[in-house]
């Protein structure tokens, strides 16, 4: 269903769309030459080995690096315009919590940062408690992140993430310092939450069973300097269960992407 | 400068770990209380019979005992004295301190400022406290400032180091989040960097609990007529030890009485 959006070539019809884009740090090329549409509403995984500028191309959509040469549009806006908007949100790899605020004051954060510098600051459907509810810490609300465990932790920075209910969410590999259970039911619960909110979701992650698992789009990149290598749609069942992993069909995409990666 | 605030920190961190003993092993926590308190109960003993079996006369080296039937026959002069050090020490430990956390504000702000005064702070640092405070004294005179000052002065430089370690300790991810946020300058400094600095600038605060009073102490063997200095230089040329020892235990009666409230003070302010 996605698949009509992705090709679209109107900007406004695009969450993202970058046109010749490169970040440079000094004279190092982070990303050379990258042009994509990401279609609103997908969720898109971005897989590549290290050094391919993964982390540097979300950070280049949340206009916390600029752009040394090309164009990115943010839903047709320019970042710094997205970024006032509150059209994005970042989810750390690290929960990025302050430790001393509790779970739900965490959660709060972005009502109360920003209208400084002229933030009007969008009011989601949802309260940050209803968020913490729908992350599964209600009754958690008030603990200090040192009295939560490392999933809970993250869940209260995606609980951050929505309060503003950002079009665009972008997150640097959120789930990679967790163990393989809380993994996997944070990625159950991250695809709920997409279905839900109907949010777009830039994932990055350097597992290819989790970039299987949870995108409809798979942005493959490559290193030296960071540019895109292939662009795979992955056609499973929906809604996905953890099932899926066991099916052949899945395992094809796994294989398919471990050779790709071997050549990168 | 980030030796002495690893320093610092170390010592804030064992700190903490004696705080976090479990209750579940009960014997062992009172192990904890009785070891210490026995080991000083046996010295205590041991000064005792030691200054009695060799007949060490009492001005040279008193017996526990005599100064304990000093310090409760003595105890009004002692708490007269007691007073004058209390103010200057806590005045000084105020006025130290705030000092050094607005100038620590002011570099975390400005490299400029930073690599202006910072050399300065250091060279202020490195005057041996005993040799600036006749200097202050003749300036200010025999009155509470030059204390206040000398405790301040002795309080001033680790705050300072501290804070400023504190104030940069922000991980870089917070500080992306608060781009993204959009955060004001102000808004990153009162919602971000100060909350974060604080368990640093408790690591100080419990360093110039102790040493503002040294100051005021040492302020006074220059010149004051009241305090505990002035009578442990009293007590001194006057040979009355017992005196001098009720004074020494007084003063670091003193200093444990505003570790003990900057630590209480602790709790209450960094619960994370």
């Known amino acids: ?264 | 400068m980030s030796d002495i605030g690893a320093a610092l920190e170390q010592g804030s961190n064992t700190d903490a770990e004696t705080d976090t003993t479990e209750p579940s092993a009960v014997s062992g926590k009172l192990a904890d209380i009785l070891i210490p308190i026995g080991t000083a109960i046996g010295l205590v003993l041991v000064w005792q019979f030691g200054v009695r079996i060799f007949g060490v006369p009492e001005y040279i080296a008193p017996a526990p005992s005599d100064v304990a039937a000093e310090f409760v026959k003595e105890f009004p002069l002692l708490l007269r004295n007691f007073w004058p050090t209390f103010y200057e020490s806590v005045t000084g430990f105020f006025v130290g301190n705030l000092t050094a956390i607005l100038i620590a504000v002011a570099f975390v702000h400005s490299r400029t400022v930073e690599r202006a005064f910072f050399p300065i702070a250091v060279f202020i640092n490195t005057i041996p406290i005993l040799a600036i405070a006749p200097i202050l004294v003749l300036i200010f005179g025999a009155g509470m400032t030059a204390k206040v000052i000398i405790a301040a002065l002795i309080c001033f430089f680790p705050t300072l180091v501290n804070m400023v370690r504190g104030l940069q300790a922000v991980s870089p991810q917070a500080l992306e989040l608060s781009r993204i946020l959009s955060a004001s300058k102000s808004e990153v400094f009162w919602k971000i960097r100060l909350p974060s600095s604080l368990p640093f600038l408790f690591s100080a605060l419990k360093i110039a609990a102790t040493t503002c009073v040294i100051g005021a102490i040492v302020g006074e063997w220059i010149g004051a007529d009241l305090g505990l200095g002035a009578l442990i230089i009293d007590s001194t040329f006057n040979y009355r030890s017992s005196l001098l020892y009720s004074t020494v235990f007084m003063s670091s009666g003193l200093s444990v009485l505003l570790f003990a409230a900057v630590s209480i003070a602790e709790k209450l302010v960094v619960r994370w």
Not at chain 1, 16 to 33: D, Q, R, Y
Not at chain 1, 86 to 112: G, I, K, Y
Not at chain 1, 186 to 210: K, M
């Open chain 1, 1 to 264: 269903m996605y698949d009509a959006q992705i090709t679209a070539v109107d900007t406004h019809s695009a969450a993202a769309s970058l046109v010749g884009a490169s970040v440079k740090f000094g004279n190092f090329t982070a990303i050379s030459n990258i042009s994509l549409d990401i279609d609103v509403g997908g969720f898109w995984t971005i897989l590549g080995p290290s050094g391919c500028g993964k982390s540097t191309l979300l950070r280049l959509v949340s206009d916390l690096v600029p752009a040394a040469s090309g164009t990115l549009k943010i839903f047709g806006k320019s970042t710094e315009e997205a970024r006032l908007a509150r059209e994005f949100a970042f989810v750390f790899q690290d929960a990025t919590l302050l430790p001393w605020r509790s779970a739900l004051s965490n959660v709060e954060l972005p009502l109360e940062i920003g209208r400084k510098r002229g933030v009007k600051i969008p009011v989601g459907d949802k309260t940050p408690m209803e968020l913490l509810e729908m992350v599964g810490l209600k009754g958690r609300e008030n603990a200090l992140p040192h009295e939560l465990s490392g999933g809970m932790r993250q869940r209260v920075a995606i609980a951050r993430a929505l309060v503003c209910q950002p079009k665009l969410l972008l997150m640097d590999e959120p789930f990679g310092a967790l163990d393989e259970m809380t993994r996997d039911r944070l990625n159950l619960q991250i695809l709920d939450i997409w279905r839900e909110t109907g949010t777009t979701i830039l994932f990055v992650t350097h597992s290819i069973t989790e970039a299987v698992f949870l995108g409809q789009k798979i942005l493959m990149l490559q290193a030296h300097p960071g540019r895109v290598k292939k662009i795979i749609d992955i056609d499973l069942p929906e809604p996905r269960e953890i099932r899926v992993r066991e099916t052949p069909k899945f395992n094809k995409y796994c294989g398919e992407l471990r050779e790709l990666l071997e050549e990168c």
